[in-house]
């Protein structure tokens, strides 16, 4: 998936093969299977070209971070406790981040719906 994401585009099972290869030997039958396993899975999807198939994530890798983390916040029986040890695990860059991405989600919707004042918006 590392490969697929970081084009961020369809690619071709010679593409990957040839991108693993400048860092270990890899047979194109290993790199052919596991792009079928991960479409049989469902995490790529496929369109044929000519014999070949282009490869495409069915998903950005950001939100497939997010399921993780989701998924391992859910099998927490203390949320808040598990929250508190994850953010003592952060960098000071990760939690800059956090910050960032909690004021983003906190914007009110007519912030970003209509910039306008609320006077704007009523017509006074």
Do not use: C
């Amino acid at each position: 998936m590392t490969r697929v994401w970081k084009w961020n585009r369809p690619v071709t099972v010679r593409e990957v093969l040839e991108d693993l290869q400048k860092e270990r030997s890899i047979a194109y039958t290993t790199v052919m299977t596991v792009l079928d396993n991960l479409h049989q899975k469902g995490w790529v999807r496929r369109e044929a070209e000519g014999r070949a198939y282009r490869y495409e994530a069915v998903s950005t890798r950001a939100a497939y971070a997010a399921a993780l983390m989701k998924e391992a916040w859910s099998q927490s029986d203390n949320a808040a406790a598990a929250l508190v040890a994850f953010f003592g695990m952060m960098s000071e860059e990760q939690r800059q981040a956090l910050t960032d991405a909690v004021r983003i989600v906190q914007l009110p919707e007519t912030t970003v719906e209509n910039p306008g004042s609320a006077e704007d918006r009523s017509g006074r």
